[in-house]
């Protein structure tokens, strides 16, 4: 009867277990399916924010590379990019893998509009694919589609996790069996003799009851047995129930614990919370890395010890009314180690309980080095826009002024006057376009006209805008020209901007008597403008930021020209628009050397 009992007592133990592991499996199954849904339309939609068809192979490379090193223990299975007509540009996936998706997947996946998601099972594979796919888009216009696959990870029968909680759960349920079983034992242990008694004596008892006319019943003392023995085993039950429940609520509190850390790691910013005496409970990984240290090295320390940093530790320890927050921004430097010059923003918060009483603290670290140099170049930028129009418009109303008054009356020096006022409206006008035109660049609302441009035509207009210029300073014009002009597409009206700007500092740079060069030639597919001029030069110093806005050369040769600053900036701009490339070889005393290459386009004349 014992061992029946032990038997039926151990199956029903192991079907509780097991029905609780395979219910945890349920959870782990839906919350991992979870998981690939959100982290697949969460990753399909960071990657169509970047022209990755427009990087270079170095970069994309590196890209790639890191995005499948990310994924790859999270289910990464491919992913594909397809320009605008469908084919494949880049391809991330195992050997013959592209051959076994339906097609009707890649169709409705290239065609799609907007994030779309869809399932499928690789034939000759068990496994679950789910394909996310947008559509990349670049000044307005679709010229791609991103396609990312991943498959549903199985959730594991028996992690580390769960076997320390199953595991719990039969530490708990043993000793409540063993203290059980340890009190019934005392408890039946004065019926032993009891027992034994009636089986020697059951003849006395008999021969005493009908002598005396009595008779004796033990039947209420098994009753009262039974009676005690159900209670016990209720209050077992009971017990058992307390702690399944305390310890699923445990096991909850873990998950949800464990899932906020995981949340804090992933901030790009830097956390601290503390508690009410300023030790640290928690620090998450961007923290860890901007101080370098280690979690355990960090916990339970004091907030000053790990934050050397006076004016932070003293704006943190500051008293303040319960659940308000504060910020102190501007603090530079407070990991001279690991980011040397970058500018971070502190804030600070109280973490309240019940009756609103503070508990602890979090404080942030933001770093704004990006939005602090953006702030400044704004400020540099409408410093040198106000200084540049203000000094055309000064001669302008100076000139004016002194013809309005009648002051000059010879004829000769009036027409210098006019002449000097109609050059500084048009260096006025010049610039004010050129800003126009890079603020519809940066802001990507600036769009190609292109058609055909024929080549011999447009050099010679080119020539034509200095040629008058030249003359006057004595300045050499040489033409290096093919047999035959490329073809080339091109908004006109841009590219002659762009290579005006550079003919006219050419010619501004270059001393009389000098020499410039203007050449035209077809190389590898792509048409070549190289304008050489005998000028002053750029020192290599200053080779790197000539295309900056508004960057004028500290040579007094060059300085004592005018100029905006904005010529180079903006011809930089349009040879990009135009997906060529501009490069400048020069030397101080030697002259400049510009090369602008831009793509070759077949052009075909439609039927009408």
């Known amino acids: 009867m014992k061992s029946r009992i032990n038997i039926a007592l151990l199956a029903i133990f192991i079907v509780g277990v097991t029905i609780l592991t395979l219910n945890l499996k349920r959870q782990d199954e839906k919350q991992n399916l979870q998981n690939i849904l959100s982290k697949g339309n969460y990753l399909t939609s960071l990657i169509s924010l970047y022209p990755i068809m427009d990087f270079k192979p170095d970069k994309r490379d590196f890209f790639l590379r890191t995005l499948t090193e990310y994924t790859s223990k999270e289910g990464f299975v491919y992913l594909f990019i397809h320009d605008n007509a469908g084919d494949t540009l880049i391809s991330l996936s195992s050997r013959g893998l592209s051959s076994k998706i339906p097609n009707d997947i890649r169709v409705k996946a290239i065609a799609t509009t907007g994030l779309t998601k869809q399932t499928f099972n690789v034939s000759g594979s068990k496994d679950k694919i789910f394909e996310f796919a947008k559509p990349v888009f670049k000044n307005g216009q679709r010229n791609g589609t991103i396609r990312l696959g991943l498959k549903l990870l199985p959730a594991s029968l028996f992690s580390g996790e769960r076997i320390s909680f199953l595991a719990m759960i039969v530490f708990l349920i043993l000793a409540a069996l063993s203290i059980g079983y340890y009190g019934v034992t005392l408890a039946l242990k004065p019926f032993k003799n ?34 005690y023995l159900i209670q016990i085993k209720s209050k077992l039950k009971i017990i058992e129930t307390d702690n399944v429940d305390l310890i699923s609520k445990l096991g909850v509190t873990t998950f949800e614990k464990n899932k906020i850390v995981k949340i804090l790691d992933s901030i790009n910013f830097g956390i601290i919370i503390t508690d009410i005496q300023e030790n640290i409970d928690h620090i998450n990984a961007y923290m860890l890395k901007l101080l370098d240290k280690k979690r355990e090295d960090v916990i339970f320390q004091p907030f000053s010890t790990i934050i050397n940093h006076s004016e932070i530790t003293s704006f943190v320890s500051q008293d303040d009314i319960a659940g308000q927050s504060k910020t102190i921004s501007g603090t530079e430097s407070i990991f001279p180690e690991t980011h040397p010059g970058e500018i971070f923003k502190v804030s600070a918060s109280y973490l309240v309980g019940g009756e609103n009483t503070p508990i602890g603290k979090i404080i942030s670290f933001h770093n704004t080095t990006v939005e602090s140099l953006a702030e400044k170049a ?71 006209d292109k058609g055909l441009v024929k080549t011999d035509w447009f050099f010679d207009d080119c020539l034509s805008s200095i040629a008058a210029s030249a003359l006057e300073k004595n300045i050499t014009i040489q033409r290096n020209q093919p047999d035959i002009f490329p073809n080339l597409m091109a908004d006109k009206e841009l590219l002659k901007t762009a290579i005006i700007n550079i003919l006219g500092n050419a010619l501004k740079y270059t001393p009389p008597n000098g020499s410039i060069t203007f050449e035209i030639s077809e190389q590898d597919k792509m048409v070549v403008f190289e304008i050489i001029d005998t000028g002053y030069g750029i020192s290599s110093e200053e080779l790197p930021h000539i295309f900056e806005k508004f960057y004028r050369s500290s040579n007094p040769q060059v300085a004592d020209q005018d100029g905006s600053g904005l010529g180079l900036a903006t011809t930089s701009e349009i040879v990009h628009l135009h997906d060529g490339e501009i490069n400048v070889d020069s030397e101080p005393g030697r002259g400049t050397h510009f090369t602008i ?11 009408s």
């Open 378 to 448: 704004k400020h540099e930028f409408i410093t040198h826009v106000a200084h540049e129009i203000l000094t055309p418009i000064t001669n302008i109303k100076s000139y004016s002024e002194m013809l309005m008054d009648g002051e000059i009356e010879d004829l000769e020096l009036q027409k210098e006057f006019y002449n000097t006022i109609n050059e500084q409206t048009n260096r006025l006008a010049d610039m004010v376009k050129n800003l126009l035109n890079i603020s519809k660049m940066e802001m990507g609302s600036l769009t190609l």
């Open 597 to 607: 290459k831009l793509p070759k386009e077949e052009f075909y004349l439609g039927e």
């Open 194 to 227: 009891l027992d034994q008694s009636v089986i020697t004596a059951d003849s006395d008892f008999e021969s005493a009851a009908k002598d005396s006319g009595k008779i004796v019943r033990i039947a209420p003392i098994i009753d009262d047995l039974e009676e």
